[in-house]
């Protein structure tokens, strides 16, 4: 029988186990996708910690995971434009990605470009599009200055690089490891902790747009920096957001197949660059999880089933 990820009660990741479960069946304008490689997010162990009840619940026993790519094994009715064996990427909305078999729906999918490796395809939905939402959120323009607080990270190393390619000049906030590849993508790294914003007073003039991914005050210290709140993002620190008014634009608000063929279309050109962190089977779902929140991590941790 086909495997899949599942957790009976919210906890840590021993709550996390990969058991047999029916082959699932598409239903009308759904695909069954054979997994070949799924990514895993924070939002996803928080999820499982029960962090996000009042906004996200989970029922019990639940599956997890958004982000896949695979090849199609099957198609149900009504499902036009992709056929068996096709290689697409995509995701699901019913947290069910971490196992070798998920039934998607197919205006949730778009082809795989041959360019495009597995682990970058089935990792680039959840951080892609929040970076892609986060960046059009701050009205990113030719000639801006934008900070990136945690660029490092999954969604930071994407945000940092579309930002760049809509012309700002981008400052990001990340750990000394890390700044060679900030610095190789064009982007000028700053040291976090105490002096932050001396640091970067040092290195811009003004800063006019502000993408927070790691919370822990950022959307104050833009504030600080004279940022107009318009012009903040943050994916994380939702209190802010009541707070100052700022934006919380994320996945969700760029969660669309064509999005994601635009972002695969750039990794295929070569003007996107997604950092594989590390790879586990299937199995080793815990150990993966267990990586993923030792935090400092520089791109994405991907499951291959």
Same mark, same amino acid.
């Given at each position: 029988?086909?495997?899949?990820?599942?957790?009976?009660?919210?906890?840590?990741?021993?709550?996390?186990?990969? %058991?047999?479960?029916?082959?699932?069946?598409?239903?009308?304008?759904?695909?069954?996708?054979?997994?070949?490689? $799924?990514?895993?997010?924070?939002?996803?162990?928080?999820?499982?910690?029960?962090?996000?009840?009042?906004? #996200?619940?989970?029922?019990?026993?639940? *599956?997890?995971?958004? =982000?896949?790519?695979?090849?199609?094994?099957?198609?149900?009715?009504?499902?036009?434009?992709?056929?068996?064996? =096709?290689?697409?990427?995509?995701?699901?909305?019913?947290?069910?990605?971490? +196992?070798? &078999?998920?039934?998607?729906? +197919?205006?949730?999918?778009? $082809?795989?470009?041959?360019?495009?490796? #597995?682990?970058?395809?089935?990792?680039?939905? %959840?951080?892609?599009?929040?970076? &892609? $939402?986060?960046?059009?959120?701050?009205?990113?323009?030719?000639?801006?200055?934008? %900070?990136? +607080?945690?660029?490092?990270?999954?969604?930071?190393?994407?945000?940092?690089?579309?930002?760049?390619?809509?012309?700002?000049?981008?400052? *990001?906030?990340?750990?000394?490891?890390?700044?060679?590849?900030?610095?190789?993508?064009?982007?000028?790294?700053?040291?976090?902790?105490?002096?932050?914003?001396?640091?970067?007073?040092?290195?811009?003039?003004?800063? @006019?747009?502000?993408?927070?991914?790691?919370?822990? *005050?950022?959307?104050?210290?833009?504030?600080?920096?004279?940022?107009?709140?318009?012009?903040? =993002?943050?994916?994380?620190?939702? @209190?802010?957001?009541?707070?100052?008014? %700022?934006?919380?634009?994320?996945?969700?608000?760029?969660?669309?197949?064509?999005?994601?063929?635009?972002?695969?279309?750039?990794? $295929? @050109?070569?003007?996107? =660059?997604?950092?594989? +962190?590390?790879? &586990?089977?299937?199995?080793?779902?815990?150990?993966?999880?267990?990586?993923?929140?030792? *935090?400092?991590?520089?791109?994405?941790?991907?499951?291959?089933?």
């Amino acid at each position: 029988m086909p495997r899949a990820v599942r957790f009976d009660g919210y906890g840590g990741v021993e709550t996390l186990r990969v %058991v047999d479960v029916p082959r699932p069946a598409p239903g009308a304008g759904e695909v069954l996708v054979r997994v070949k490689a $799924a990514g895993i997010n924070p939002g996803e162990a928080k999820i499982r910690e029960g962090l996000l009840h009042d906004r #996200w619940p989970a029922v019990f026993p639940s *599956g997890q995971g958004s =982000d896949l790519a695979g090849v199609v094994e099957e198609t149900g009715p009504q499902v036009a434009g992709f056929s068996v064996g =096709d290689e697409v990427l995509g995701f699901t909305n019913r947290r069910a990605s971490h +196992a070798e &078999y998920v039934v998607v729906a +197919a205006d949730n999918l778009t $082809a795989k470009p041959e360019k495009v490796s #597995w682990e970058v395809a089935g990792s680039l939905f %959840v951080a892609g599009t929040t970076a &892609y $939402a986060a960046v059009r959120a701050v009205s990113s323009r030719q000639g801006d200055t934008v %900070v990136v +607080a945690g660029a490092a990270g999954g969604v930071g190393s994407i945000a940092v690089q579309l930002a760049r390619l809509a012309g700002e000049r981008v400052i *990001g906030i990340a750990g000394p490891a890390n700044h060679t590849w900030l610095a190789d993508h064009g982007v000028s790294p700053i040291s976090y902790g105490d002096g932050v914003a001396d640091r970067i007073r040092q290195e811009a003039s003004r800063v @006019d747009a502000f993408i927070d991914t790691f919370g822990q *005050g950022y959307v104050d210290l833009a504030l600080e920096l004279g940022v107009a709140p318009t012009r903040i =993002d943050t994916i994380v620190d939702f @209190d802010a957001v009541s707070r100052h008014g %700022v934006k919380a634009d994320g996945s969700a608000a760029a969660a669309t197949a064509g999005v994601l063929a635009e972002l695969a279309q750039l990794v $295929a @050109d070569g003007r996107l =660059d997604i950092p594989i +962190a590390g790879t &586990y089977p299937l199995a080793e779902v815990q150990d993966a999880f267990r990586e993923l929140e030792r *935090g400092h991590v520089r791109g994405k941790i991907v499951l291959v089933p």
